[in-house]
């Protein structure tokens, strides 16, 4: 009983830093209405940093030169280009559509296990993985304009280029768990993050703030930069890191696609944000890719 508990665990983790992850589309819009992207994401990092400073010295313990390159890597990843694609994202376009993009990572992880691990992908998983690719595309030229969401395709081709930094994330976290805690990299990544944004918030750059189609209240900004400090870049991560840390970086990405619901729902609830007919059925192609992948994998299995 207490061994199935214990495999239980990790699949438990990740659907909690999903749920946090998710929320986190709607967080960073909130934020962005009244804060530059660079403001909130050095904020985010700040806060998380100071949580994590017990884990400072550990952190320096583990940098050796064999880990250092791929804990390197794997922080310019994310959060460092991971978030300036995602910040930038949610500028233009929905939490929503931003969440469905998202959900095409496990099938990039794939990709790149296939060119840097030289895993073999089936032809089901080709097929999946243009399908899914095909869906955002589609999903993006189909998007409606509006202030609040002012140029969807740039918008999700943000996202796209914030999935290819999640995937060299997963890679190297996988790579580091035997080496480090998952906590300790979740340190790492929150301390990377200070390094990195800090110094831009003083660069004489102009954004203009996000709109929404609903009123929200004057604290909520900054008490969404709080809550991604806390709640998403810490637990949220850190969560991510543990389940990664068990389990093989393809099935902790597998959980990845419970976020485009999660952000669908919470999206509907909160923004009262809406897809249209067309970008529904492009959807269905983006979830139809993965779920055609890990239908391969199921039946290949011995």
């Given at each position: 009983m207490n061994l199935n508990i214990q495999k239980c665990i990790p699949h438990l983790a990740l659907v909690i830093g999903m749920t946090a992850w998710a929320s986190s589309f709607i967080g960073l819009k909130f934020a962005l209405t009244a804060y530059t992207p660079f403001e909130v994401i050095a904020g985010r990092m700040l806060i998380s940093s100071l949580i994590c400073l017990p884990f400072l010295k550990p952190l320096?313990?583990?940098?050796?030169?064999?880990?250092?390159?791929?804990?390197?890597?794997?922080?310019?990843?994310?959060?460092?280009?991971?978030?300036?694609?995602?910040?930038?994202?949610?500028?233009?376009?929905?939490?929503?559509?931003?969440?469905?993009?998202?959900?095409?990572?496990?099938?990039?992880?794939?990709f790149c296990a296939w060119i840097f691990l030289k895993e073999k992908q089936s032809v089901h998983a080709w097929a999946g993985f243009i399908l899914a690719f095909l869906g955002v595309f589609w999903l993006s030229f189909s998007g409606e304009t509006s202030q609040a969401v002012p140029n969807p395709f740039l918008g999700n081709m943000l996202e796209l280029g914030a999935v290819f930094c999640g995937v060299g994330y997963t890679l190297a976290c996988r790579n580091l768990s035997a080496a480090m805690s998952p906590w300790v990299y979740t340190a790492a990544m929150s301390f990377g993050g200070v390094l990195f944004y800090l110094p831009l918030t003083f660069l004489p750059l102009e954004f203009s703030p996000v709109t929404l189609d609903v009123s929200i209240p004057d604290w909520l900004p900054l008490f969404s930069i709080f809550y991604l400090g806390v709640v998403v870049s810490l637990l949220?991560?850190?969560?991510?890191?543990?389940?990664?840390?068990?389990?093989?970086?393809?099935?902790a990405a597998a959980y990845i696609n419970l976020i485009p619901v999660i952000t669908l729902v919470i999206g509907v609830l909160f923004l009262e944000e809406r897809l249209t007919t067309t970008q529904y059925f492009a959807s269905l192609a983006i979830l139809g890719g993965m779920l055609l992948s890990q239908y391969k994998a199921k039946k290949e299995l011995p």
């Open positions: 320096i313990t583990h940098m050796t030169r064999k880990n250092f390159p791929v804990l390197l890597g794997g922080v310019l990843c994310e959060p460092c280009l991971y978030f300036l694609f995602e910040t930038s994202a949610l500028r233009y376009t929905s939490s929503a559509q931003a969440g469905m993009v998202l959900a095409i990572m496990p099938l990039c992880v794939g949220g991560y850190g969560f991510y890191n543990y389940g990664v840390s068990k389990l093989s970086a393809t099935e």
